[in-house]
């Protein structure tokens, strides 16, 4: 059956959805709204409303790198307080998952796809907020706690 196999084979193999496997043609990355205007809108909204397609600009894979960058760092934006030791290991697995995929996304991208210098500027500017991110999910990370160490006291060696 072929419903099938686009509704559910492709996508699962593929790990996203069936079109999004599709070039969508150039598109344009908008700066986030000002400070004043940004408060009445969600972050992830915001980040919707940054992209629409228009003839001659970028292409979308570059587009898509922006947007993920942006959502990067406002996950950044909204850890950097953390406390050490602070945040759940499911937390820090699905944070590091993410920083993976935009490494990984990253290094996909064609260096001939982008005509002007952006690309470079913009990859340099992906492993800086990746270095910071991955540095703060270190330090943030709870240690993991084993059957052995609990309740038990520091034994001292003379």
Known sequence: ???????????????????????????????????????????????????????????????????????????????IDMPPSSMDPEDTRILRLAGRNLANFASSIDPDTVTDDSLASNLSDTWELLDRFLKKINTTASKAIDQHSLGEKEVKTN
């Open 1 to 79: 059956d072929a419903k099938l196999l686009y509704t559910k084979l492709l996508p699962a193999l593929n790990s996203m959805p069936l079109y999004s496997n599709r070039d969508m043609g150039p598109a344009e990355f908008l700066e986030v709204p000002n400070a004043d205007a940004a408060m009445t809108y969600h972050d992830l909204a915001r980040l919707a409303l940054t992209t629409s397609p228009v003839i001659g600009a970028r292409p979308s894979k570059f587009v898509s790198l922006l947007v993920k960058n942006a959502a990067v760092n406002i996950v950044y934006r909204s850890i």
